[in-house]
């Protein structure tokens, strides 16, 4: 129960990778906020019925008054902020498109919630971290930004810039004893990549062939290395990128 008497918070958390990373820290002792678009009290009452503190909230992260009154919320019921993990993002829906015909709607749309959700979330929650000196953000982001993968560009700069925001953002915060890291996951065959079975067989065959431990990554992969970098064994680790891939990208 290494997160035992924290809070967090997991942006996108009703579905997919989201809602097993809140299950994972529920399981380490946190009480979890899931804050999404879309089935967020029901992927908290899925939580509730194991014993475990949740909360559900619906929240765009793109709108600057939605994430307000999540914060909001979550310090008025659940007392605290300790963890954000910001998870939200547009990917199941993301289509193999050439760049040239990506149009300005579509990137404002990714940039909107992949990358402006995130400084949103940050900003909320970091005066709460700043008055009681700890705090720990995690930033899901992607290894595409490494290795480039084509015919997603709008997608690939979006989690790139938030590599870039990590690094800044732990210079800005650290002081204050609040960590600031990423984890960035290969592709992985999640609930959400596994509704877009076009999209998800071209990424399968490109990953397969690059990773050192031979096989599909599933979202029980990822949630180990989010739960440790919330915890106080990694409290002097911050502007980091933890690629957990199977060993696809070195860096």
């Given at each position: 129960?290494?997160?035992?008497?924290?809070?967090?918070?997991?942006?996108?958390?009703?579905?997919?990778?989201?809602?097993?990373?809140?299950?994972?820290?529920?399981?380490?002792?946190?009480?979890?906020?899931?804050?999404?678009?879309?089935?967020?009290?029901?992927?908290?009452?899925?939580?509730?019925?194991?014993?475990?503190?949740?909360?559900?909230?619906?929240?765009?992260?793109?709108?600057?008054?939605?994430?307000?009154?999540?914060?909001?919320?979550?310090?008025?019921?659940?007392?605290?902020?300790?963890?954000?993990?910001?998870?939200?993002?547009?990917?199941?829906?993301?289509?193999?498109?050439?760049?040239?015909?990506?149009?300005?709607?579509?990137?404002?749309?990714?940039?909107?919630?992949?990358?402006?959700?995130?400084?949103?979330?940050c900003r909320a929650v970091s005066p709460h971290m700043r008055a009681q000196k700890s705090g720990r953000i995690i930033n899901?982001?992607?290894?595409?930004a490494f290795k480039g993968v084509p015919f997603i560009l709008h997608y690939v700069a979006s989690k790139g810039a938030v590599?870039?925001?990590?690094?800044?953002?732990?210079?800005?915060?650290?002081?204050?004893?609040?960590?600031?890291?990423?984890?960035?996951?290969?592709?992985?065959?999640?609930?959400?990549?596994?509704?877009?079975?076009?999209?998800?067989?071209?990424?399968?065959?490109?990953?397969?062939?690059?990773?050192?431990?031979?096989?599909?990554?599933?979202?029980?992969?990822?949630?180990?290395?989010?739960?440790?970098l919330a915890s106080d064994d990694a409290a002097f680790i911050t502007g980091q990128i933890l690629a957990v891939d199977g060993?696809?990208?070195?860096?």
């Amino acid at each position: 129960m290494k997160l035992q008497s924290k809070v967090a918070i997991v942006t996108g958390g009703g579905s997919s990778i989201g809602f097993a990373i809140a299950d994972r820290l529920t399981a380490d002792g946190a009480a979890v906020a899931i804050a999404d678009i879309v089935g967020a009290e029901a992927a908290a009452a899925r939580l509730r019925a194991k014993g475990v503190t949740a909360l559900g909230i619906d929240t765009d992260v793109g709108n600057e008054d939605s994430v307000r009154r999540m914060v909001d919320t979550v310090i008025q019921r659940l007392g605290r902020i300790d963890i954000l993990v910001n998870n939200a993002a547009i990917s199941k829906s993301l289509k193999v498109t050439p760049f040239e015909s990506l149009t300005v709607g579509e990137w404002r749309k990714i940039l909107e919630v992949n990358t402006i959700g995130v400084f949103l979330c940050c900003r909320a929650v970091s005066p709460h971290m700043r008055a009681q000196k700890s705090g720990r953000i995690i930033n899901l982001t992607s290894g595409t930004a490494f290795k480039g993968v084509p015919f997603i560009l709008h997608y690939v700069a979006s989690k790139g810039a938030v590599m870039s925001m990590t690094r800044s953002l732990a210079r800005e915060l650290g002081a204050d004893n609040i960590t600031v890291n990423s984890v960035s996951p290969g592709f992985t065959l999640s609930a959400g990549n596994l509704e877009n079975p076009e999209f998800t067989a071209v990424q399968r065959q490109r990953e397969a062939a690059n990773r050192a431990i031979p096989r599909d990554e599933y979202e029980s992969d990822l949630v180990g290395s989010v739960s440790f970098l919330a915890s106080d064994d990694a409290a002097f680790i911050t502007g980091q990128i933890l690629a957990v891939d199977g060993g696809s990208v070195y860096h």
